[in-house]
């Protein structure tokens, strides 16, 4: 059972494992929190959390079932399912803008993200049962409603940085979404 105030839940169609959905969860906690902190109203905390419940709603899927909904974008599971995920609430009728680019993009980053892209992304990486950094981390999640756009760049340069330690390309998505963040003026931040 999901308590009300997490509310919605997980789409019928998710294709999930225990340890998932316990994630997903976490995440949901998170973002209804800083929805009450920040003091939202109560329609954006549902975009949040409409968002949350969809991310990993396939990360769990098969490859023909992610191939299916996500025809276009090429690449492992890690990168597929988000756009699988969105693909789906899409034609299941999801039409907020904000929340389909959310899911889709949020193993990316993207540039033009509203505030639902940006919560998702923070949320996803401080979830607190991720076992590295944990007190870093919660010190950002504590952090996060008195100054979202500073944690938001410290979560981007975490994961980046993770990224590029691992000898992974940097995606286009990415470093747009990198360079929206820290300004490329010319001058250094
Ligand atoms: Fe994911
Ligand atoms: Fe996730």
């Not at 609430?89 to 899911?103: N, S, T, Y």
Request: proline fraction near 8%; glycine fraction near 8%.
């Amino acid at each position: 059972m999901v308590d009300a105030g997490l509310r919605p839940t997980l789409p019928q169609w998710a294709v999930v494992t225990p340890k998932r959905l316990e994630h997903i969860q976490r995440v949901a906690r998170l973002a209804a929190r800083w929805a009450e902190q920040v003091g939202v109203p109560e329609s954006e905390k549902q975009r949040w959390l409409r968002a949350v419940w969809l991310h990993d709603a396939l990360r769990d899927a098969t490859s023909e079932e992610l191939e299916k909904w996500a025809a276009d974008s090429p690449g492992p599971p890690e990168l597929r399912h988000g756009p699988a995920s969105a693909g789906r609430a899409q034609a299941e009728g999801e039409d907020d803008r904000g929340v389909l680019d959310a899911v889709r993009y949020h193993s990316m980053g993207l540039a033009e993200w509203d505030m639902v892209g940006r919560i998702l992304y923070c949320a996803d990486y401080l979830d607190p049962g991720r076992p590295f950094q944990r007190k870093q981390r919660a010190e950002l999640a504590q952090r996060l409603p008195a100054d979202p756009q500073g944690v938001l760049r410290e979560v981007a340069r975490a994961r980046l940085s993770h990224i590029i330690e691992s000898g992974w390309p940097v995606l286009e998505p990415t470093y747009r979404f990198w360079n929206s963040l820290v300004g490329t003026g010319g001058s250094l931040p």
